[in-house]
């Protein structure tokens, strides 16, 4: 990757994405010129490509995040961790819809499938798209007692101004169906303090920015968890599927 601040641009050697371009060398514009500052030739980053609603616009990249520094002597103001098979995830605290204090290290024994929303997200391929498919997930393990039992799911907002316990409790309900206790038993949802919260984004790889008009931009998350607290598969965006990570559920549960 090289940079080039005089027209906000970066250039990035980069992968086929699926469905929309074959891997290429080109020019890309950013949404915040701030992140040049950021950049130096020789990085290896991840970023969400923008495309235009019409053929005049232009493309651009959004949520980049550093996970390989061209100079070894630069030290990111945040350095974003990309969770990978056999990571030990940390034990982070948390306040769960009931108000009451968990942890990650309370769901060791289960596979478990952690996902970041927030409930004010208005964009539907985004926080409700995540909800919904954990929400089917959810529904799919009520069929299956066996491997109900060894899963654990658990919804983390990053908006700890605004998702109060209340405030998660009533929109979980929307997806569940139910508000009751049980309804909770295998699905979490659960808030961070704002230290905590910081920690958990660059280690779960979500970037988050908070906008003028108060909404948050960022990026989708989600990570299967075996039942050692080790990282299993990461999903990075909303492209997976139930059926993918279902079947990687049974597969980490048989092995457990």
Known sequence: MSTNASTTEVTVNHQAIPGYMDAMTMPYKVKDANIL???????????????????????????????????????????????????????????????????LQQFRGKELLITFIYTRCPLPNFCPRVTRNFAVIH??????????????????????????????????????????????????????????????????DVGLTHEADGTITHTLSTTLIGADGKVVQYYSGSDWTVDQVLADLRRAASNA
Not at 52 to 69: R, S
Not at 87 to 97: A, E, G, N, V
């Open 139 to 204: 529904r799919q393990l009520q069929g299956n007692p066996a491997l109900s039992q060894k899963t654990q799911l658990l919804c983390v907002s990053f908006d700890p101004e605004n998702d109060t316990p209340e405030r998660l409790r009533a929109y979980a309900a929307q997806y569940m169906g139910a508000d009751a206790p049980e309804a909770f038993r295998r699905w979490t949802f659960a808030i961070p303090e704002k230290q905590t919260l910081e920690k958990m984004a660059q280690w779960f």
């Open 37 to 103: 500052s950021e950049l130096h030739p020789g990085d290896v980053i991840t970023a969400d490509l923008l495309v235009p609603q019409t053929p005049d616009g232009d493309a651009l990249l959004d949520h980049i995040v550093v996970v390989g520094q061209g100079r070894p002597d630069y030290r990111p103001a945040a350095s974003y961790h990309v969770p990978a098979p056999g990571d030990r995830i940390p034990d982070f605290k948390l306040r769960d819809q009931d108000g009451h204090t968990i942890s």
